[in-house]
T-cell receptor, first 114, second 112 residues
Framework: GAGVSQSPSNKVTEKGKDVELRCDPI?????LYWYRQSLGQGLEFLIY????????KSGLPSDRFSAERTGGSVSTLTIQRTQQEDSAVYLC????????????FGSGTRLTVV | GESVGLHLPTLSVQEGDNSIINCAYS??????FIWYKQESGKGPQFIID?????DKRQGQRVTVLLNKTVKHLSLQIAATQPGDSAVYFC???????????FGTGTRLKVLA
């Protein structure tokens, strides 16, 4: 597509439930990133994909967080047994090889755990 | 003025004045830098970039200055407008690596 698409844009879930967040990157972008942004805070790196593999998942906060990417395209970030501290905006970004002109970010999924 | 609180530092400027947003980057090996603008409810968007072989680059109403000696980057916005109100992030990367390092961000508030 023309840009990075994320869905849903907003998600309210009950504590303890699992959620899946989806990212559809720019066609042809081999690199895909997930970041988390808490209210009024900066960008916290979660995981990096190159193609379908994730050579850097060092930012995932706990084993409740996992992500996958299929077909070198769509990625899903899954949070199991959600906690209130998981409430944040989850941003996905993609880039072409070489990182020229940086990442293109999606608009994010705002997750609220109640 | 500029203030630092529990959240992002905030810079308040009068409409029509020039704004200067500063960033101290961390890695002396970084050779490419970007400024991003993030409006409320949106993802960060590219504004302007600069390579380490330059010390100044100008765009439309924006200028980025790079001082490699002290690892400092700044974004200057001329004649600041209400639409410039946003959070601004600097980002650095080293050629051959895969991940940008983002600064903490500065919130710009434009006062009418």
């Amino acid at each position: 597509g023309a840009g990075v698409s994320q869905s849903p844009s907003n998600k309210v879930t009950e504590k303890g439930k699992d959620v899946e967040l989806r990212c559809d990157p720019i066609s042809g972008h081999t690199a895909l990133y997930w970041y988390r942004q808490s209210l009024g805070q900066g960008l916290e790196f979660l995981i990096y994909f190159q193609g379908n593999s994730a050579p850097d998942k060092s930012g995932l906060p706990s084993d409740r967080f996992s992500a996958e990417r299929t077909g070198g395209s769509v990625s899903t970030l899954t949070i199991q047994r959600t906690q209130q501290e998981d409430s944040a905006v989850y941003l996905c970004a993609s880039s072409s090889k070489g990182l020229s002109r940086g990442y293109t970010f999606g608009s994010g999924t705002r997750l609220t755990v109640v | 003025g500029e203030s630092v609180g529990l959240h992002l530092p905030t810079l308040s400027v009068q409409e029509g004045d020039n704004s200067i947003i500063n960033c101290a980057y961390s890695n002396s090996a970084s050779d490419y830098f970007i400024w991003y603008k993030q409006e409320s409810g949106k993802g960060p968007q590219f504004i302007i970039d600069i390579r380490s072989n330059m010390d100044k680059r100008q765009g439309q109403r924006v200028t980025v200055l790079l001082n490699k000696t002290v690892k400092h980057l700044s974004l200057q916005i001329a004649a600041t407008q209400p639409g410039d109100s946003a959070v601004y992030f600097c980002a650095e990367v080293t050629s051959g690596t895969y991940k940008y390092i983002f600064g903490t961000g500065t919130r710009l508030k434009v006062l009418a």
